[in-house]
């Protein structure tokens, strides 16, 4: 069973401050995306990261896929109260379905 | 907008009946897929459909089945509900390109058995 790990689970942070949310698996994945997630709504999609070593940058948050294809980094840059949610990381197995980590619910406080 | 629709938003039904969920969307979209959300297992695959009357099994399907008999329809059922399949369920469709293709999600089902 391919699993992909996030970490941490929960994190609550100040507005301001830096923070980093790991997605690790034993598998090799031909891509990575990650999704944010608020109550009640469905996942929506931030970015795709296809190439080992990758980096992708959205504003304030930078998305890094591992040089092997296993694992990604999310870092947010001062953070913000809209940051708020579930962030989910999924790998891709073959060309037409996802996996997806458990999440990580990230709080900023004003 | 990807333009994805799922119906009913909330259903509490009673174990042993049947319940039919349906997601509805307005671009033609070929793949189109079944997830289930619980605390602690985030989103876990059910079912997925490759084209009208293609579908095939995800990680949990046991107890789901599913139909596609149009492109724009793509219909879950739980054939007897029991109270492990009360969950939060997704639909979602495949867009993009190449390997940046992507989910778009519709905004969830909140189905509890009772």
């Known amino acids: 069973t391919q699993l992909l790990e996030q970490s941490p689970q929960f994190l609550s942070i100040q507005e301001g401050e830096n923070l980093t949310v790991y997605c690790n698996s034993s598998?090799?994945?031909?891509?990575l995306q990650w999704y944010r997630q608020e109550p009640g709504e469905g996942p929506v999609l931030l970015v795709t990261?296809?190439?080992?070593?990758e980096v992708k940058k959205l504003k304030r948050l930078t998305f890094q896929f591992g040089d092997a294809r296993k694992d990604s980094s999310l870092h947010i840059t001062a953070a913000q109260p809209g940051d708020t949610g579930l962030y989910l990381c999924?790998?891709?197995?073959?060309?037409?379905?996802?996996?997806f980590g458990t999440g990580t619910r990230l709080k900023v406080l004003a | 907008d990807a333009g994805i629709t799922q119906s009913p938003r909330h259903k509490v039904t009673e174990t042993g009946t049947p319940v039919t969920l349906r997601c509805h969307q307005t671009e033609n979209h070929r793949y189109m897929y079944w997830y289930r959300q619980d605390p602690g297992h985030g989103l876990r695959l059910i079912h997925y459909?490759?084209?009208?009357?293609?579908?095939d099994k995800g990680e949990v399907s046991d107890g789901y089945s599913v139909s596609r008999s149009k492109t724009e329809d793509f219909l879950l059922t739980l054939e007897s509900a029991t109270s492990s399949q009360t969950s939060v369920y997704f639909c979602a469709i495949r867009s993009g390109q190449g390997p940046n293709y992507g989910y778009t999600f519709g905004s969830g089902t909140r189905l509890t058995v009772v």
């Open positions: 459909s490759y084209g009208v009357k293609d579908t």
């Open positions: 999924a790998g891709a197995l073959g060309t037409y379905k996802y996996i």
């Open positions: 990261v296809v190439t080992g070593g």
């Open positions: 598998s090799v994945f031909s891509s």
